[in-house]
C-alpha cells in the first residue's frame, strides 16, 4: 500500500533537524543533515505502521504560518 505523509521540520539549539509526522502520533526523528533526515522519517514511518497495522487518514494537512508576537 502507498501513503502520501506530510512532515514537518524545524531546526532545534544544537543543530539537529528534527521532524515530526502529525499523521501518526509519537512518529518523529532527527539528522544533521536534511538528506538523512528524509531516510530516517521513511524508517520512522514504516516503524509507526508496523506498530499500529493499519493507517486511517484522519485529516488533511494544509499548512504551516508563523506569526510574531511581542510579549511585554
Known sequence: MKYTFTYII???EDGYYVA???ALPGC???AKSL???KERVLEAIRLCL???GTFTE???F???QQIE???E
Open 50 to 52: 508496523d506498530e499500529t
Open 10 to 12: 524545524e531546526l532545534d
Open 28 to 30: 518523529h526523528t532527527q
Open 62 to 64: 494544509v499548512g504551516v
Open 58 to 60: 484522519k485529516s488533511r
Open 69 to 71: 508576537a511581542l510579549i
Open 35 to 37: 538528506d538523512e533526515l
Open 20 to 22: 515530526d509526522v502529525p
